[in-house]
Structures are given as structure tokens and as C-alpha cells.
């Protein structure tokens, strides 16, 4: 059975950081793509990173140059690194791996900036 779950998240004030966490059950990071996304309260769930088996990577672009996505083969991890956050990247965090036809999805973290 696949599980992922998510950690990291917090409450942050503008221009701060916070480091995301996903780990994984039942699937091994390292045999494919996986995405990091988001969904702030009356919004749709939207993609903010992902990284295909190669490491390429593909950010939104109301993220890019801030957050950094990256994968931990030998502990089955992936990060999102957040910097300089703003009160518009307040959403509840989901990470996301899609395999063999099937979408697997987290519980979520929530990341609130306010100051």
C-alpha cells in the first residue's frame, strides 16, 4: 500500500523559509516523476514543482528563482525548499506521485506567511 506523507509546514513570516518534506511507503521516489503542489482555500490545486526520473525539473511560475525541488534516493525522500515566502504561497502543500496509471496524493502541510 502506497502512503506519502507530508512535513515541514508552518507558520512564517513574509521573506522567511521553511523546508518541505515527503516520505514514502509502498514506492521508491527514485523510479519516477513526483510533484509538489498547492491549494489555497477557494483555489484550485495547482501545481508549484515537480521532477521527472532524470531530475529534470519544472517550476510555476509564481515560484521560480524561490523554491527549489530535490530528492533523497537512499532515505525516499523529496523537498521542497521555500525562500522568501509571501502571503499569497499560504495553501495547504500536497505531494504527489504518479505511477502506472494511478495517482497517489498525501495528506498535505499546511505553510500559512503572515506576519
Known amino acids: 500500500q502506497v502512503q506519502l506523507a507530508e512535513s515541514g509546514g508552518g507558520l512564517v513570516q513574509p521573506g522567511g523559509s521553511l523546508t518541505l518534506s515527503c516520505a514514502a511507503s509502498?514506492?521508491?521516489?527514485?523510479?519516477?516523476?513526483m510533484g509538489w503542489y498547492r491549494q489555497a482555500p477557494g483555489k484550485q490545486r495547482e501545481l508549484v514543482a515537480d521532477?521527472?526520473?532524470?531530475?529534470?525539473?519544472r517550476y510555476a511560475n509564481a515560484v521560480k528563482g524561490r523554491f527549489t525541488i530535490s530528492r533523497d534516493n537512499a532515505r525516499n525522500l523529496v523537498y521542497l525548499q521555500m525562500s522568501n515566502l509571501q502571503p499569497e504561497d499560504t495553501a495547504r502543500h500536497y505531494c504527489?506521485?504518479?505511477?502506472?496509471?494511478?495517482?497517489?496524493w498525501g495528506q498535505g502541510t499546511q505553510v500559512t506567511v503572515s506576519s
Open positions: 521532477l521527472n526520473r532524470g531530475d529534470f525539473t
Open positions: 509502498g514506492i521508491m521516489f527514485s523510479d519516477g516523476a
Open positions: 504527489r506521485v504518479p505511477r502506472a496509471g494511478q495517482d497517489y
